[in-house]
């Protein structure tokens, strides 16, 4: 460690200001804090500093996508092989070759989500002569995971930067973005190219022609019910979808991970789940066609539902920030998903827009949220005073 | 009535270095120095009234408050002058007193408050300097003679990091705490307001008070604060001012009417992981630290803090406690680098998040240094500070229209609640090691500007 911190401590002053390389400045920092914890010391207010800090924050959430990244690997395998009707016999059989090539279609996407993104970061930051913000750490993570196994390289490539300036750098960067970037970067595609991110075909990883592909929510839009899977297919993930989305079991126990290092807001996670089994309920009351007959609980394990209330929701920097706001935020999400999904056929996938959707109105909830806290110290005054 | 008032947000930080119970030998320090800028609001210069060299006495007038010039400081021991240190533009840092080995004192003469009019008791406590001890919400500065606060706060326990026990500390001296409450009466038309713990046994002291509204909370550092009890109690509305002591100032004003002189000495308790041995020790306000640690420390390189270690001030090894501090931490220095830290499990990381296993030893005493761990950022986390802040109030929304200056806004979200005391936890969990407390002093010097 010792060696490292002699090597870094050589190469800086070539990094600072008047240095040859000082146009990597936030390049160096970035590098440099990730491998050594600075030794700034508190100088004003409180001498003592919580041992947090974004990057452990960041680390935590990755860590929660583990579960779903993992499962995500072997079920692109997995469904791969299937669809071409290959029989495994032996336990071992079952898990090396599948995980191998989702490994091997899962590992590029991470890769140029996370080379472009940072790249994008690390310049944006180096001109605007900021330190790099690690929010791009996780957003690099879910990019891959909310996206269809095949998805051309270039195609993530050019989401993710849409994303990345677009959503973020334009806004001031990681903090100050309205939209989950994430999010953007899936709904970017969606809009840009949606032969690639719709239809039957590009769910399943070089799909055997015979095999239909669709994914639960398709079956499900087209009304053919008697296709879907059984709901504990969906709930442990042995379904086509985008890469990390299919498992609900995977995408709980990340959520468990969250909810416990306190990292996520339960209260959106909770309420998400509930606005959407509600309004699914209310369908089933209304009844009047077979989506809305579907039992309620099907729409928390199919498509991106869990896997957007989990990580998605819960962003607190897009997401609304007063507690009570997280309630209506999560529950509207919930109730909009599914209404989306319901009643517009264009869109199969109704989370992605209902959480982008309340991204929007987040503000606003909050807005009335602590108005209502001013009224309540206005209200105060006034009783006094009279 | 009493009425009891159960807190549940809040931290308590669980360091090593508690003061034991008991009172160290002996003590002395040969200096002692008054600073400026303990005084929140006096600046940029208060009018100095001494020079090097001059003879004082414990109570002789050593500077006032150009803006409110009936405001005058005192001497708390008497001696020479030895020295006027400035700082950055010529700002007065330290007025130190080579300190007399039996201290002299102005006689201001002796009273019963409850035969003195209202006049005369502010007139006794302006001139003996011992006004300085009345502190005020909106602002958290000295208390305005000429105001009519509608109450009188007395937070009679401290949940601070390390904290003094003010039930030992006002043991026995139940008599002279009852005159000052006697003072304090005749200062307001409203109540005076003693807040106690509910769930510890509290002093005879604070028990058997008279005159008084005693009020009880239960729950985690901030309760203690004054400012959060006065929320609950008697919430500060625009226009209202609120006074507020801890039990060590009522006890000086006690004394300057039961004695008639302005008698300095208070408990003070030295505190903290680089401590050997921590405990109480009678000291002056101003008194230098360098006896009280000398060969009692640990090795290494440690920060010394007048007060808590979230709210205190940093001084050198030989400097002087603040005016209204009675508690020096000494904790040790954060200044080295950790080889991927953030990645590390960290059993030995305190953290408010449970993102470190340290989390499953609740009870587990901490030494924790003053590295920052981490760089500051843009806020991305939210409703961490709410949880550590017992107020009906939106933090980070106050936070930001502070940073932009909004001060319709921060009137209407509560500024003249909350002082920097208030948020010192929710700058100590920041994710984002924004100096929250920074920004609320910012927030309230620019309202008392505006609105002056």
Known sequence: MKFIKNILDKVEPSFRKGGKLSFLESTFDAFSTFLFVPNHTTHSGAHIRDAIDLKRTMTMVILALMPALLFGIWNVGHQHYLSHGHEFNSIFDMFLPKIIYGFLKIFPLIVVSYVVGLGIEFAFAQINGHKVNEGYLVSGMLIPLIVPPDIPLWMLAIATAFAVIIGKEVFGGTGMNVFNPALLARAFLFFAYPASMSGDNVWISEKADAVSGATPLAEAAAGNFGNMPSPLDMFLGFIPGSVGETSTLAILLGAVFLIITGIASLRIMISVFTGGLMMGLLFNLLGTNAYMNMPAYYHLIMGGFAFGAVFMATDPVSGSQTNTGKIIYGFLIGVFAVLIRVLNPAYPEGMMLSILLFNAFAPLIDHYVVGANINRRLKRTKIIKS | ?452
């Open chain 2, 1 to 452: 009535m009493t009425k009891t008032i159960h807190l549940k947000k809040g931290l308590n930080i669980n360091l090593a270095g508690e003061a034991e119970k008991a009172i160290a030998n002996v003590f002395t320090s040969s200096t002692c120095a008054m600073m400026p800028t303990d005084f929140m609001g006096m600046s940029p210069l208060p009018k100095l009234l001494v020079q090097e060299n001059d003879e004082v006495q414990a109570g002789s007038p050593l500077f006032f408050d150009k803006k409110r010039p009936e405001i005058i400081i005192t001497a708390p021991v008497s001696g020479k002058i030895s020295s006027i240190v400035r700082g950055d533009k010529r700002a007065i840092s330290e007025i130190i007193i080579n300190t007399d080995k039996d201290v002299s004192y102005i006689n201001f003469g002796q009273a019963n408050p409850k035969e003195l009019s209202r006049e005369q008791i502010v007139d006794q406590l302006l001139k003996s300097g011992v006004w300085a001890f009345i502190r005020q919400r909106p602002y958290n500065i000295i208390a305005d003679p000429k105001d009519n606060p509608k109450a009188i706060f007395i937070s009679a326990f401290d949940t601070a990091p390390l904290s003094p026990d003010f039930d030992f500390v006002v043991h026995g001296k139940g008599d002279v705490f009852q005159i000052g409450l006697d003072v304090l009466v005749k200062l307001t038309s409203g109540k005076v307001h003693l807040n106690i713990q509910a769930d510890e046994t509290v002093s005879k002291v604070f028990i058997n008070s008279k005159d008084v509204q005693i009020n009880k909370f239960t729950g985690p550092h901030p309760a203690g604060n004054v400012g959060i009890q006065i929320h609950h109690i008697d919430p500060i509305n625009k226009g209202d001012v609120v006074w507020y002591l801890t039990p060590l100032d009522v006890i000086t004003i006690g004394r300057l009417f039961q004695k008639g002189i302005f008698d300095a000495t208070r408990m003070v308790a030295l505190t903290g992981s680089e401590v050997k041995s921590p405990k109480y020790y009678k000291a002056f306000i101003g008194a230098s630290i360098k006896n009280m640690i000398e060969s009692n420390l640990h090795e290494g390189h440690p920060r010394f803090i007048s007060g808590n270690v979230l709210t205190g001030k940093k001084i050198s090894a030989d400097g002087h406690i603040g005016f209204y501090d009675y508690q020096v931490s000494v904790i040790p220095e954060g200044d080295y680098f950790e080889f991927i830290g953030w990645a590390l499990p960290g059993f030995n990381k305190f953290s408010f998040s449970r993102s470190f296993p340290s989390f499953l030893f609740p009870k587990k005493k901490y030494k924790l240094d003053t590295n920052y761990h981490g760089e500051e950022r843009a806020y991305v986390v939210s409703g961490q500070y709410e949880k550590v802040l017992p107020m009906d109030i939106y933090p980070v929304h106050l936070i930001k229209a502070i940073i932009t200056g909004n001060i319709d806004k921060m009137e209407q979200l509560g500024i003249y609640e909350v002082a920097e005391e208030d948020f010192a936890l929710c700058e100590f969990v920041c994710t984002s090691k924004i100096e929250v407390q920074k920004l609320i002093r910012k927030g309230l010097n620019l309202v008392r500007k505006e609105t002056e």
